[in-house]
């Protein structure tokens, strides 16, 4: 059949830009959605893995860069070596191995461990990776946000690129996240210790643009920012301390929203209850057209420091809101 790529080209350009320059097209015909079997929890069992950063890349599978918990633990001290894991039917996944180890980090703590939770991020035909680590024997106070760029997404020859310079006090540089909006814009995050921060990242993903803004409105935020975006809106999940008076127990995660990606956010409700692990930390995406929720337990070690990854199905409401995940467990 002939087309007329006069009339064509054009027509389809204008309908591409209008969905590229804004996430909330009410009229967008509804995304089908593929019912993929779901793997049984926790869905690595032969190492333990811990805060699950998960994103899908242009080559259509699902990528999830977790932390690595080291058997026997010390707390989070013994931390270290760092894998990716990717699948296309989130049943069979594949481990891509060990990509990074704190004995690699020339600037890092001379004792090693601590490499915490990570994120990734890809801009410009480049898979950027973010891993918090301290510079010294004092590790509360030595945080620094290393960087490393691959042209792969499974980090393949990763390139280790320094840290993020002018994030502020080390003290809470912890769980870094990085969120590129439909326009482009990478935005950073990181925040322990019971405070958040926001900045504009600079185009080449390793500097930060313009001023570090302090998050507001969040309830009894503790760590673990994951920022993404669902119609136009823009949600922050995070670990919260449930300590309060009357309400104690092990963290859950929140999440608030916004219409601006830097805040100041609005506190929604909960998204996961206590998993049985001393902390809580995950991250939302969206695959083949249904959203999930990743996030650990300790369903294989029973000890609160040796954590495996988990993934549940995780829904909207018509309003917006996100609807509490029910935790699954092994098959
Ligand atoms: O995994 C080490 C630390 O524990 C993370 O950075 C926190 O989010 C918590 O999960």
């Not at 209008?18 to 089908?32: L, V, W």
């Not at 026997?72 to 990509?99: A, I, K, N, Q």
């Not at 909006?181 to 926001?198: P, V």
């Not at 119609?231 to 995070?238: H, I, Q, S, V």
Request: glycine share 10%; net charge negative.
């Amino acid at each position: 059949m002939k087309i007329n790529h006069l009339i064509t080209i054009p027509v389809l350009l204008a309908a591409l830009l209008a969905s590229a320059s804004c996430g909330c097209d009410k009229t967008a015909p509804k995304e089908e959605v593929v019912e993929l079997q779901m793997p049984g929890n926790p869905f690595i069992t032969d190492i333990y893995l811990a805060d699950p950063s998960a994103h899908v890349w242009g080559d259509g599978r699902l990528y999830v860069y977790p932390s690595h918990d080291n058997d026997p633990p010390r707390g989070c001290d013994l931390m270290d070596g760092y894998h990716v894991y990717s699948t296309d039917d989130m049943v069979h996944w594949t481990d891509h191995g060990e990509f990074l180890h704190s004995r690699d980090v020339e600037w890092g703590r001379p004792e090693g461990g601590f490499m915490w939770a990570p994120d990734a991020a890809f801009k410009n035909g480049k898979y950027y990776y973010y891993f918090p680590h301290p510079s010294g024997t004092d590790w509360n106070n030595t945080w620094k946000v290393g960087i490393g760029v691959s042209d792969k997404p499974t980090m393949e020859n990763l390139k280790l690129l320094g840290y993020l310079e002018g994030l502020g006090d080390a003290f809470s540089m912890i769980d870094p996240c990085v969120f590129v909006d439909d326009d482009g814009q990478a935005y950073f995050y990181y925040g322990g210790g019971g405070r958040m921060i926001g900045c504009k990242l600079k185009d080449n993903m390793t500097e930060i643009d313009g001023p570090v803004v302090t998050m507001t409105g969040m309830k009894d935020y503790h760590e673990g920012p994951w920022v993404f975006k669902n119609n136009g809106k823009y949600y922050l999940m995070y670990a919260d301390n449930h300590q309060e008076p009357g309400n104690r127990g092990a963290n859950q995660l929140r999440y608030c929203w916004s219409d601006s990606p830097l805040g100041p956010w609005q506190y929604q409700g909960i998204i996961l209850t206590p998993t049985d692990c001393d902390t809580s930390h995950g991250s939302i995406v969206k695959y083949k057209g249904q959203w999930y929720l990743f996030y650990h337990n300790c369903n294989i070690s029973h000890q609160g420091n040796l954590r495996s990854i988990c993934v549940d199905k995780l829904y909207f409401n018509e309003d917006g809101t996100i609807r509490e995940v029910v935790q699954t467990f092994a098959k």
